[in-house]
């Protein structure tokens, strides 16, 4: 059964709804015969430019694979993924990466910071890759935020797990990419800085127009989105739009259940 989590649900609206990313009946399956696993089975999910998009669901309901395959980090076995109008599944390695580093921001739970780089160079990276010249004033807001700017001569062996996860969240936003994904961006933080962090990028979606699409297991967190779409067993079963701790907490009790 395919369940199409559309954005008119959360914006009560039938108007044309400009869409950073989509996924139409995206599957993913791992193995074969005895050992294939379906990870996701036929997903439609819409995601609208400008919003924050929570992606929720009990353990092992595939909702960082939906994250990786919407990303173009892993390859469907079936169905189609879009940034923008692009589909992505059609494209070839080259182009891929081309449009990943240049259209995309990721904050994942593995940091992926390259060692032999300071926490500034990590930051500025991408730029340095497309060679751009940073935005002064958000690289600054950026630093400023993520609480980074007493260690940005450091290396990433030099700083704690919290700090490479700031370092990593920072690097996701500097280019002010067209959408970030990711995985339990603040799972590494203490509650204040992971607070600071989550602000900071709802307040990238409201200030600035960004999309922002989560992964979360937690019904805190999950109040700093816009709305939250469900998961269970691969597939996207329900969504919220203005999610409370309360009605997060009761809907995962039913998944779970």
């Known amino acids: 059964m395919t369940t199409t989590i559309a954005p008119e649900v959360f914006l009560g609206t039938a108007r044309p709804v400009r869409l950073a990313a989509r996924a139409e009946g995206i599957t993913k399956e791992y193995g074969a015969g005895a050992t294939r696993v379906v990870a996701l089975d036929h997903v439609d999910l819409e995601v609208p430019r400008g919003e924050f998009t929570a992606i929720m669901g009990p353990s092992g309901s595939g909702k960082s694979t939906l994250l990786y395959c919407m990303a173009g980090l892993e390859r469907v076995t079936r169905g189609h993924a879009y940034i923008g109008d692009v589909d992505i599944t059609a494209l070839d390695d080259r182009r891929l990466t081309q449009l990943r580093r240049d259209h995309i921001g990721f904050v994942f739970q593995a940091y992926n910071l390259?060692?032999?780089?300071?926490?500034?160079?990590?930051?500025?990276?991408?730029?340095?890759?497309?060679?751009?010249?940073?935005?002064?004033?958000?690289?600054?807001?950026?630093?400023?935020?993520?609480?980074?700017?007493?260690?940005?001569a450091h290396r990433p062996a030099e700083l704690s797990g919290g700090q490479q996860q700031r370092v990593a969240a920072a690097r996701a936003l500097i280019t002010k990419p067209d959408i970030?994904?990711?995985?339990?961006?603040?799972?590494?933080?203490?509650?204040?800085?992971?607070?600071?962090?989550?602000?900071?990028?709802?307040?990238?979606?409201?200030?600035?127009?960004?999309?922002?699409?989560?992964?979360t297991h937690d019904p805190i967190i999950a109040t700093y989105a816009d709305r939250v779409v469900f998961l269970k067993d691969g597939a996207a079963v329900d969504g919220m739009s203005r999610p409370t701790v309360d009605g997060v907490l009761h809907r995962m009790s039913t998944l779970e259940g």
């Open 114 to 152: 390259v060692p032999t780089l300071t926490a500034a160079e990590n930051i500025t990276l991408p730029l340095a890759i497309a060679h751009r010249r940073p935005d002064q004033v958000w690289l600054d807001s950026v630093i400023d935020t993520v609480g980074l700017r007493d260690r940005l």
């Open 180 to 215: 970030v994904f990711a995985d339990e961006p603040s799972g590494n933080l203490d509650s204040r800085s992971g607070a600071q962090l989550l602000e900071f990028m709802r307040q990238s979606v409201r200030t600035y127009g960004q999309t922002i699409v989560m992964v």
